[in-house]
């Protein structure tokens, strides 16, 4: 298997990444969650095993960002926060497990491969369309008008979650907390700077002009709207 390990502490960190590889398993590192979602986001895992206190977004915030995605490996939460409310807490956020500090690694790799074993869970939709707009989430591709469109990370996580919401008016602060998932200053204006790139990224692949309805618009003293919510 190919496990993602994000984990602060050094030396449960190279306890755990020891005994999977011993165990012939290949395993990514990743000591804060800043660099642990960006490699949930962007690699492939057949495992991700994440501590619930992390410097940068904690495991929580890690494992909503990933289910926002789309993205459904199977993660395995660490946590000394191990009373029922927190177990619940870090279910309700998308973990397929939970497992409280301090541990048997015997145990932790019990875990790991009953994971392993469960039957791949089946997603409601792996293609979303709106409009001309077509998005492949399992490839994380989106095309418009047939014509690919090049998307960062956090674009295709903005445009997904529009996708998810068509004709609906999402406010700034909505956009912020599902698909940044941090607490912003809310005079921040990178929701703003993003949709201006998903919106100019989308026009130019087709050759949209100005005379033409915008495909996300702007509602003014609102936020934004992908289609016309007719």
């Given at each position: 298997?190919?496990?993602?390990v994000?984990?602060?502490?050094?030396?449960?960190?190279d306890?755990?990444?020891?005994?999977?590889?011993?165990?012939?398993?290949?395993?990514?590192l990743?000591?804060?969650?800043?660099?642990?979602?960006?490699?949930?986001?962007?690699?492939?895992?057949?495992?991700?095993?994440?501590?619930?206190?992390?410097?940068g977004?904690?495991?929580?915030?890690?494992?909503?960002?990933?289910?926002?995605?789309?993205?459904?490996?199977?993660?395995?939460?660490?946590?000394?926060?191990?009373?029922?409310?927190?177990?619940?807490?870090?279910?309700?956020?998308?973990?397929?497990?939970?497992?409280?500090?301090?541990?048997?690694?015997?145990?932790?790799?019990?875990?790991?491969?009953?994971?392993?074993?469960?039957?791949?869970?089946?997603?409601?939709?792996?293609?979303?369309?709106?409009?001309?707009?077509?998005?492949?989430?399992?490839?994380?591709?989106?095309?418009?008008?047939?014509?690919?469109?090049?998307?960062?990370?956090?674009?295709?996580?903005?445009?997904?979650?529009?996708?998810?919401?068509p004709?609906?008016?999402?406010?700034?602060?909505?956009?912020?907390?599902?698909?940044?998932?941090?607490?912003?200053?809310?005079?921040?204006?990178?929701?703003?700077?993003?949709?201006?790139?998903?919106?100019?990224?989308?026009?130019?692949?087709?050759?949209?002009?100005?005379?033409?309805?915008?495909?996300?618009?702007?509602?003014?003293?609102?936020?934004?709207?992908?289609?016309?919510?007719?």
């Open positions: 298997m190919r496990v993602l994000i984990e602060d502490d050094r030396a449960t960190a306890y755990i990444q020891k005994g999977l590889v011993e165990a012939g398993h290949v395993v990514d990743a000591r804060t969650g800043k660099d642990g979602l960006f490699l949930g986001l962007n690699e492939s895992y057949d495992i991700i095993v994440t501590d619930r206190m992390l410097p977004p904690d495991g929580l915030a890690i494992l909503r960002a990933l289910r926002t995605s789309g993205i459904r490996t199977p993660v395995l939460v660490l946590t000394a926060l191990g009373d029922v409310d927190h177990r619940v807490e870090g279910l309700d956020a998308g973990a397929d497990d939970y497992l409280g500090k301090p541990f048997a690694f015997s145990e932790l790799r019990a875990r790991l491969d009953a994971l392993a074993r469960r039957p791949a869970a089946s997603t409601e939709a792996t293609i979303l369309r709106v409009a001309d707009v077509e998005m492949d989430l399992l490839k994380r591709s989106v095309k418009r008008g047939g014509k690919p469109v090049d998307l960062l990370p956090t674009e295709f996580r903005l445009l997904e979650y529009m996708m998810r919401h004709g609906q008016v999402l406010t700034r602060t909505m956009l912020l907390e599902r698909v940044w998932d941090f607490n912003f200053d809310p005079n921040t204006n990178v929701v703003d700077v993003h949709v201006s790139r998903v919106r100019r990224k989308l026009d130019q692949a087709v050759g949209a002009t100005d005379a033409q309805p915008p495909l996300i618009r702007t509602v003014r003293g609102a936020g934004y709207a992908l289609g016309s919510g007719d």
